[in-house]
Nanobody, 124 residues
Framework: QMQLVESGGGLVQAGGSLRLSCVAS????????MKWIRQAPGKEREFVAA???????YYPGIKEDRFVISRDIAENTVYLQMNSLKPEDTAVYYC??????????????????WGQGTQVTVSS
């Protein structure tokens, strides 16, 4: 059973930056596709970014360079650097692990393990 613990969320003004961290235990991030998924109030879950087990990067079809995913294998940690934040980025951000086919890596519902989420609020 893999446990994922996110941190780094908070309140930031529009145009600011945040770096989210996801520390994994009970399993190695090398063996999973690691994802960041967000959910805003009243909206469906939305895929943000993924780092495949083999080292590839995946972003939504229309990728904005504002968000960058990375990982530190030694620390068993995945990061999401978020820059030029906008009020519409306000959401709970979840770290997730997925071990299925790569074709579903962008599916926000294809998840084996979830973190508890961290709130990101961007004020205008």
């Amino acid at each position: 059973q893999m446990q994922l613990v996110e941190s780094g969320g908070g309140l930031v003004q529009a145009g600011g930056s945040l770096r989210l961290s996801c520390v994994a235990s009970g399993g190695s991030i090398e063996n999973y596709h690691m994802k960041w998924i967000r959910q805003a109030p009243g909206k469906e879950r939305e895929f943000v970014a993924a780092h495949s087990a083999s080292g590839g990067y995946y972003y939504p079809g229309i990728k904005e360079d504002r968000f960058v995913i990375s990982r530190d294998i030694a620390e068993n940690t995945v990061y999401l650097q978020m820059n030029s934040l906008k009020p519409e980025d306000t959401a709970v951000y979840y770290c997730a692990a997925y071990a299925g086919p790569i074709r579903s890596i962008r599916d926000p519902e294809s998840v084996a393990y979830w973190g508890q989420g961290t709130q990101v609020t961007v004020s205008s």
